[in-house]
């Protein structure tokens, strides 16, 4: 059984550029939720989706966007980058919607100078 | 919206000691509360989880206890070793479903 997997594993942006983090999520589970953890802080929801469809947002900007596709892949947009988003991006996948166990990958490590 | 408290942010136990780490949650709406651990550079592994509807859960050296009316619960760690050190979080989803809101992590060390 494959792990969720996160690409790129470490990126460096400046202010106001666009970037694209991408999330395979674990054989079988149809629901990819997207968080945000800040360096000693725990992770904070950004949004999730389930059926390619947005399925409950958190506390971020539009600029924060995403996307599920048909293999319940998923990406991550964020547009005019700024300092403050410099953080761990976390992708967790789960069965049904999100009433199920939530399973993390590696997360990807986002820079911004 | 939902509100996790954890506590200690550092515990430190020698090799087969017991480890206790505490949160507290403000939504009464709240079901599901999960454990993960996070070594470094790593994402956070469910390790334990229990739901509302039980007050106690055990996995070999781990359990979880609930306290519905207190509205809190407890991570117990026994017989710890040193590759039980990394920082543990909990988590508690509350009445928007799949969201889980996070506490602040304990950075547990077992000194061998």
């Known amino acids: 059984e494959t792990g969720v997997t996160q690409s790129p594993t470490h990126l460096i942006k400046t202010r106001g550029q666009q970037v694209t983090l991408r999330c395979s999520s674990q054989?079988?589970?149809?629901?990819v939720s997207w968080y945000q953890q800040a360096l000693g802080q725990g992770p904070q929801f950004i949004f999730q989706y389930y059926r390619e469809e947005e399925n409950g947002r958190g506390n971020f900007p539009p600029r924060f966007s995403g996307l599920q596709f048909p293999n319940y892949s998923s990406e991550l947009n964020v547009n005019a980058l700024e300092l403050d988003d410099s953080a761990l991006y976390l992708c967790?996948?789960?069965?049904?919607?999100?009433?199920?166990?939530?399973?993390f990958g590696d997360g990807t490590r986002l820079s911004i100078l | 919206g939902e509100n996790v408290e954890q506590h200690p942010s550092t515990l430190s136990v020698q090799e087969g000691d017991s480890a206790v780490i505490k949160c507290t949650y403000s939504d009464s709406a709240s079901n599901y509360f999960p454990w993960y651990k996070q070594e470094l550079g790593k994402g956070p592994q469910l390790i334990i989880d229990i739901r509302s509807n039980v007050g106690e859960k055990k996995d070999q050296r781990i359990a979880v206890t609930l306290n519905k009316t207190a509205k809190h619960f407890s991570l117990h760690i026994t017989e710890t070793q040193p590759e039980d050190s990394a920082v543990y979080f909990c988590a508690a989803r509350g009445s928007t479903l799949g969201r889980l809101y996070f506490g602040r992590g304990t950075q547990l060390t077992v000194w061998p």
């Open positions: 054989s079988g589970h149809n629901t």
């Open positions: 967790a996948s789960s069965l049904g919607g999100g009433d199920q166990p939530q399973h």
